[in-house]
Structures are given as structure tokens and as C-alpha cells.
């Protein structure tokens, strides 16, 4: 699914919005849509992937490869202390 860097018609801030599954004529932010009280009653939010489903596979290699990064530098710092 796509989505449009629009004007939210909810919070009227310039985000990425989807078209609303209860109201096809408004769009709607991620935000709005996690905090709409009809959201329960709603059969399909239209940010529901990102918002449940997050990918748990990239944030941890970008964490890993943060952790060997600041590795590397605290080496490189050591080093350069040493000489
Ligand atoms: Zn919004």
C-alpha cells in the first residue's frame, strides 16, 4: 500500500497519510490513526501493518552494527590515547 505526504485532515500537520477505511474522503496520519476512538470498530486502520507489525529483524542489525561501531571507535580512541 501506498501513501502521500498530505495534509492530515485530523491533525492538519503535513505527514505521510493513507485514505481513511471509515471515511474514504479524509486522509489520515499514522498518529490519528493509532489514536482514533474508533479504531476498535474499524475493520481495516489503514496504518495498521506499520503500527502492529514492525519489523523486529532490522532494528536489531542496525543495533548490532551501532554496538561494533562504537566498538571500533572506543578502540581507535584507546589506540590513539596509547601513542
Ligand atoms: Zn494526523
Redesign the pocket.
Known amino acids: 500500500m501506498t501513501f502521500l505526504w498530505d495534509v492530515?485532515d485530523?491533525?492538519t500537520?503535513r505527514?505521510p497519510?493513507r485514505t481513511c477505511w471509515l471515511y474514504p474522503e479524509r486522509s489520515?496520519?499514522p498518529?490519528?490513526c493509532a489514536a482514533c476512538p474508533e479504531r476498535g470498530q474499524c475493520p481495516r486502520p489503514v496504518w495498521l501493518t506499520e503500527l502492529v507489525a514492525p519489523r523486529p529483524a532490522a532494528p536489531a542489525r542496525q543495533e548490532r552494527r551501532r554496538a561494533e561501531a562504537a566498538k571500533a571507535l572506543e578502540e581507535l580512541l584507546k589506540r590513539l590515547e596509547g601513542g
Open positions: 492530515c485530523t491533525c500537520r505527514r497519510t489520515v496520519c498518529y490519528c
